[in-house]
């Protein structure tokens, strides 16, 4: 299977998204790294993050794996996780800092007043299992029944500006982009190192998928 890279820039929940890769795949060559070479060496990318998105810039850029970054995800299976999703689009909302700039779109902060279906108020972040609705089939859905529920802690979203790369979206107060899929990138907004077997599945449709 090859070298599996999990980008480490100080702002990831790393050990728990290795552990669940090595779970569902044995005997891949796991390989948490700040190293910008190892990360071109490796077959496939996984760039999680968690925390604000103006500390996960400037983190990446001091470590100096932005620009590795932008080339795993242009040419090898690559799958953005979190803030690893957010950090892919042009522009956040979040300290009105520039992304990497790979997928075109805006991150933005889920309103300040929501209300549920029975009127009661949302609390933001949004933290906890929700259902999510794939919008298209793609080889990463493989298995997960649709309207699975994952495991989400946020209060930013992404908006792409082009509607086809939208693979998954889910409802908290209102309907919002959950998954991303453009040729070999797909990246979600939900943790699926904390969502159990559908997490599990994902990661593992992952491991296989050559796009």
């Keep these: 299977m090859g070298i599996v890279a999990i980008v480490d820039y100080g702002m990831g929940n790393l050990r728990s998204v290795a552990k669940a890769v090595e779970h569902v795949a044995p005997h891949a060559q796991v390989l948490i790294t700040s190293s910008a070479a190892e990360v071109a060496r490796a077959e496939r990318v996984i760039f999680p993050g968690q925390g604000a998105m103006p500390d996960c810039m400037r983190e990446l850029a001091a470590r100096g794996l932005a620009e590795a970054v932008v080339a795993a995800a242009r ?7 979190c803030i690893g999703l957010q950090m892919l689009f042009r522009h956040s909302a979040e300290g009105d800092v520039p992304g990497l700039g790979v997928l075109a779109g805006e991150v933005v902060r889920f309103p300040a007043q929501m209300q549920d279906a029975g009127g009661a108020r949302l609390k933001v972040p949004h933290m906890g299992w929700n259902c999510v609705n794939q919008a298209r089939p793609h080889a990463l859905w493989a298995g997960i029944p649709p309207a699975a529920r ?7 979203f992404v908006q792409p500006e082009q509607q086809e790369v939208i693979a998954a979206s889910a409802e908290y107060g209102i309907p919002f982009t959950c998954a991303v899929a453009s040729d070999n990138i797909f990246a979600v907004q939900f943790h699926p190192e904390k969502s159990a077997q559908h997490g599990l599945a994902l990661l593992g449709n992952f491991l296989n998928w050559n796009p």
């Design 150 to 156: 994952f495991y989400f802690v946020h209060s930013y």
């Design 75 to 81: 040419e090898k299976p690559f799958l953005g996780i």
